[in-house]
């Protein structure tokens, strides 16, 4: 199957949008945290090139693309704060499509 590697603003966007789109109220997605501990070691001492690896994206991206698909970001949960990459964000619809 294809990976889906969203480095682009608008790829996100348009993830977003279909999330808020089958959403009736509450979006809840998952995204990974450049400012973790992986992500500062991945940034600064990773030599590998690898096209699948996963993206990290920051929470003023995150809140920016889900705000223009029409559900602000209200909470973000961390699995593991500073050690793990994951955080998971909770966004309300606000119902105007």
């Not at 889906?4 to 997605?29: H, N």
């Not at 705000?67 to 105007?96: D, N």
Request: aromatic share 12%; charged share 30%.
């Amino acid at each position: 199957g294809r990976v889906a590697i969203l480095d682009r603003e608008e790829d996100l966007f348009a993830v977003a949008c279909e999330l808020v789109r089958v959403s009736s109220r509450l979006v809840v997605a998952s995204f990974w945290d450049p400012w973790s501990v992986p992500g500062l070691r991945r940034r600064f001492l990773s030599r590998e090139n690898d096209p699948m690896r996963r993206r990290s994206h920051p929470k003023s991206l995150m809140e920016r693309v889900f705000e223009a698909a029409g559900a602000p970001v209200i909470e973000y949960r961390h699995s593991f704060r500073f050690f793990s990459q994951q955080v998971f964000l909770v966004a309300r619809k606000t119902g105007r499509e």
